[in-house]
């Protein structure tokens, strides 16, 4: 089940390749095209010295100016996300010195990695795959939402490159080993390694202690659904034929009316099923 805001656009980063050859260029530029399904709106890609960041764009927020990568304000620290950050207006308030240049909901990351360094991770809401470039010391992060709703792979090159990709089939070719990237986790290039970043106090519960709170269920599933409805692209819900998407449905249609999209669009909520023809 898919949820009411696609989780799509495509990602490629490649970092240390120790080539700076036009041919280089063009072999990321032709690997991040094998995920141009991903992403229809818009391709980008920002090089500095030997790391390349490349994006397939699927537009959610901000359509005309979010195109990607993004940049903090003088464009040192460079971002390739795929992913939705809910609470992107109450992150950007707290970051009321930095100059926006773009709508984007990913732009903050940028933002948020200069105020606080490797650290603000479990500051976003949201889901997420995202590979962060700091150009001033040529470190670079990676980080992966905390259940793994968007895809990430991770591989390392035989000229000690270090290849980050939303698909495995953009690096699968060019790295001699590759990993799934470990879904709450976070590389950092300065330490070498992966640590968890999602840490929730249950995790080390053997036995739940919270007790059962059906109200609270029913609160945190509407939360959950309402938080989705951040778009300024028309969406519809992909109907299982179950009850959960049933739920997810008649949660967003009582919403509709309320959202940003439906002034423009109409509160007409859109349903796709799948079947086969036998
Ligand atoms: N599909 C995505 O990952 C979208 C990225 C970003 N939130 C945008 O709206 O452009």
Not at 13 to 33: F, Q, T
Not at 125 to 139: E, H, I, N, Y
Not at 232 to 244: E, H, K, R, T
Request: net charge negative; proline share 5%.
């Amino acid at each position: 089940q898919v949820p009411p805001a696609g989780t799509m656009c495509g990602i490629l980063a490649v970092l240390g390749v120790g080539d700076v050859s036009l041919a280089k260029r063009s072999r990321i530029i032709e690997l991040s095209r094998r995920l141009r399904h991903r992403g229809p709106d818009w391709s980008g890609i920002h090089s500095f010295e030997d790391c390349y960041l490349a994006h397939q764009r699927l537009a959610i927020v901000d359509p005309t100016s979010g195109d990607q990568p993004l940049y903090n304000e003088d464009k040192t620290v460079v971002v390739t996300v795929n992913g939705e950050i809910y609470n992107h207006e109450e992150l950007k308030a707290k970051l009321k010195h930095h100059k926006f240049q773009t709508g984007s909901d990913c732009e903050v990351i940028a933002h948020l990695y200069e105020e606080y360094g490797e650290e603000f991770v479990d500051m976003l809401d949201g889901m997420f795959s995202f590979v962060l470039l700091d150009t001033r010391d040529k470190s670079f992060i990676a980080a992966r939402d905390a259940i793994g709703i968007c895809p990430l792979y991770m591989g390392w090159g035989l000229d000690g490159s270090v290849w980050f990709s939303s698909e495995m089939k953009a690096l699968s070719d060019d790295c001699e080993r590759f990993i799934s990237f470990p879904p709450g986790h976070l590389y950092s290039s300065k330490t070498g390694g992966l640590r968890r970043w999602y840490n929730p106090p249950w995790f080390s519960e053997s036995i739940p202690s919270a007790p059962y709170d059906p109200l609270l269920i029913r609160e945190s599933f509407e939360k959950a659904v309402i938080k989705r409805l951040m778009t300024d692209v028309p969406f519809g819900v992909l109907l299982s034929g179950g009850l959960d998407s049933s739920l997810v449905a008649s949660v967003v249609s009582r919403h509709l009316a309320e959202t940003k999209v439906a002034r423009q669009w109409g509160n007409k909520l859109h349903t796709f099923c799948i079947g086969l023809k036998v």
